[in-house]
């Protein structure tokens, strides 16, 4: 991302891939200089170069010189901006990347966080929450008390510090455009390869595609990802759309298992948080559970069903899949 700091006042601002700067309510950099315009200036990341141009009656300094407003000369590492007749503030350039949806430090010193396809944080085994791009191009945090749809300008905790999201606009939040290289583990690909004692006291979890198999173990949370599966089953068997199959109530499901509901949201973060750290680096990180208005199911994932040594059931959510269905759910 790029990042200017006043000169004054040590503060830093992140560029917007279209930032204003100005007197106006509406500008992402308030100027308070009083012969500052409402919309004074205004950088443009062009898809290589960040642009600066300036909109003012008084003008706008660029390394002490006045902005013509013919053309918008490209930034660069080191340059200073001056907004008004005496320049007023004068900001310098740190970093010129390109935009990328982040999280800004709030109160604290802490480098930007640039957000990857999926992020725990802090990383490693004392993650508090995780935050992943959906295959809808949806950016959703997971925690321990549920799971929910980010927005530009939410505020988020964790170790002890707070964070702003910012939504990095006219970015396409795609697995190639944004985070590059080849997808792996994708959602058409991946099965979920449940094995079941008789007794259903223990279930182990394996994840396949045609490159990879992970080897989750038996753990408690794998009952609850069972459960969904069989729900989701049961509804292709009554013939219910694919869009309608498999939706639960989260307090019904959570009856079901025994269980609170706030219990269940701590063992739907664990599911996320134990595949994100077996995941292979750069890998598409499989959608395992859908959200909506306070329900949820499996996600579209192929599974099977070994109980003991006799196959319950083999099944691909995709293929019963008819119709496209109306985009209002979230991923956990």
Not at 51 to 78: C, I, K, Q, Y
Not at 147 to 152: A, C, G, Q, Y
């Amino acid at each position: 991302m790029a990042i200017l700091k006043n000169r004054a006042t040590q503060r830093k601002i992140y560029l917007r891939t279209h930032h204003v700067f100005g007197r106006g309510r509406s500008a992402d950099t308030l100027l308070e200089n009083p012969d500052a315009s409402q919309l004074h200036a205004s950088a443009r990341w062009t898809g290589t170069a960040w642009e600066l141009r300036d909109h003012s009656r008084n003008g706008t300094l660029l390394d002490g010189a006045l902005l013509s407003n013919a053309l918008g000369p490209t930034l660069r590492v080191g340059s200073t901006l001056g907004f008004g007749r005496d320049g007023g503030a004068v900001w310098v350039v740190e970093d010129l990347s390109a935009p990328s949806n982040l999280l800004w430090p709030l109160g604290h010193d802490s480098p930007p966080i640039a957000l990857g396809y999926s992020n725990l944080l802090p990383q490693g085994q004392g993650a508090e929450l995780s935050i992943h791009c959906s295959e809808e191009g949806q950016w959703v945090c997971t925690t321990p008390q549920g799971s929910w749809v980010l927005e530009d300008g939410d505020e988020l905790r964790f170790a002890g510090q707070v964070w702003c999201f910012i939504l990095a606009a006219e970015v396409a939040c795609t697995m190639e455009g944004l985070f590059g290289g080849k997808v792996a583990l994708g959602r058409s690909r991946t099965t979920l390869c449940f094995n079941v004692s008789l007794d259903e006291e223990h279930v182990w979890l394996e994840l396949r595609d045609a490159e990879h198999r992970l080897d989750l173990g038996e753990r408690s949370h794998h009952y609850a990802l069972l459960t969904l599966a069989r729900l989701r089953l049961a509804d292709a068997q009554r013939h219910l759309e694919g869009c309608a199959q498999g939706w639960v109530e989260l307090e019904r499901l959570a009856k079901m298992l025994g269980m609170d509901p706030g219990h269940l949201n701590i063992q739907i973060f664990r599911m996320r948080k134990q595949l994100a750290l077996l995941m292979p680096p750069g890998a598409h990180m499989p959608e395992l559970i859908e959200r909506r208005r306070g329900s949820l199911r499996l996600g579209s994932l192929r599974f099977r069903i070994q109980r003991g040594a006799q196959l319950e059931s083999h099944f691909d959510p995709l293929a019963q899949e008819a119709q496209t269905c109306p985009d209002e759910s979230l991923v956990a």
